[in-house]
Every structure is written in C-alpha cells, then in structure tokens.
C-alpha cells in the first residue's frame, strides 16, 4: 500500500547504502524483489534435490 502512494518523483529520491553507495529507492525496491526472488528459487532448488514432499 505504501509504494501504491508513492510518486514518480519520490521512487528518484537517494538513500545511502552501505555496500551500494547511494542509489534511488527505485533502484533499492528492485534489488530487494531480486534478492527475495533469488533466495525464493534457492529454497526451491533444494526441496527439488533433498526430494522433500511434504512442504
């Protein structure tokens, strides 16, 4: 609900980051939805190789 509020303008406004540097809260949301998708396909990958079923 949050970002639905949003304007264009405030997804340019910069935030500073300890490994990043300073980049857009544009840039950060899309680096956060990667990074929950990447460890999302991980856990996934390992059901699939462990073989679990019940989860």
């Known amino acids: 609900m ?3 509020e949003l304007s264009i303008e405030d ?3 910069t ?3 300890e ?3 300073i980049i857009t809260l544009e840039t950060a949301i899309q680096r956060f939805i990667w990074h929950n ?3 999302a396909s991980q856990i ?3 059901i699939r190789r462990e073989k679990w ?3």
């Open 2 to 4: 949050l970002l639905n």
């Open 37 to 39: 998708k990447h460890h």
């Open 44 to 46: 996934e990958n390992l």
């Open 11 to 13: 997804y340019k406004r």
């Open 15 to 17: 935030i500073q980051t």
């Open 19 to 21: 490994v990043l540097g």
């Open 53 to 55: 079923k019940d989860i």
